[in-house]
Structure formats: structure tokens, C-alpha cells
């Protein structure tokens, strides 16, 4: 397994922005990687994901258009930019390392992903 930490989170006005970042204290270069939020009351839901080498990334339909992930495998570090913000988006943002490279048909299941963070506080307000 792996350390990962977020960060960026915060609170911010609806149409607003926010970049997410998570860093890693092991290797993460041969593993996709993901972001899942919760919100109060409901269960971990899938926000976005991307594979090891960067070329495949798959969105949740109610973040597509607005949030974009990106990974820098040299910084251990994957980033959520999220754009146009709406008070739905509120919960705690966490991520995650899979425990393969490859996105499959799996990517959205939470069961799919060894290591976790602690999660990064969102707040939308409207």
C-alpha cells in the first residue's frame, strides 16, 4: 500500500473553483489513480479516474465537462481541478490508488482501489 494525502480543499461560493492535490508517499507510476467524494448521508460515489500512463480517463456523468484530472507520475501527485462548482458537489473528495494500471470496466467501484486518503473538505455554497 501507499500513503496518500489530499489537499485544496475548501470552502467556495457556487460557480467557483477549487484544484484538489494528492501526493503520494510511495510509487503510484504503474497504478491508475481516482477521485471518490461522500457526501453526509450518502455512500463514497466516483468523481473521476486515470490510468497509469495518462491516456485514459473516465469521468462520473455529473462532474463531466467541469472537473479534469491529471497525474504527474515523476511527483507522485494527481490533481482534481474543479470548475463551475455547484452545492451538490459538496462532501469530503478522496483519493485513491487502484491496484492495477488500467481502468477496465471497474474503475467506478470503490472495491477496486487499494490505498485511500484521508479525504480534503469541499464546501459549496449557494
Known amino acids: 500500500q501507499v500513503q496518500l494525502v489530499e489537499s485544496g480543499g475548501g470552502l467556495v461560493q457556487a460557480g467557483g473553483s477549487l484544484r484538489l492535490s494528492c501526493v503520494a508517499s510511495g510509487p503510484t507510476f504503474t497504478y491508475a489513480m481516482a477521485w471518490f467524494r461522500q457526501a453526509p448521508g450518502k455512500e463514497r460515489e466516483f468523481v473521476a479516474a486515470?490510468?497509469?500512463?495518462?491516456?485514459?480517463?473516465a469521468y462520473a456523468d455529473s462532474v463531466k465537462g467541469r472537473f479534469t484530472i491529471s497525474k504527474d507520475n515523476a511527483k507522485s501527485t494527481v490533481w482534481l481541478q474543479m470548475n463551475s462548482l455547484k452545492p451538490e458537489d459538496t462532501a469530503v473528495y478522496h483519493c485513491a490508488r487502484k491496484s492495477s494500471g488500467t481502468l477496465g470496466n471497474n474503475y467506478a467501484s470503490a472495491n477496486n482501489y487499494d490505498s485511500w486518503g484521508q479525504g480534503t473538505q469541499v464546501t459549496v455554497s449557494s
Open positions: 486515470i490510468n497509469w500512463s495518462n491516456d485514459r480517463i
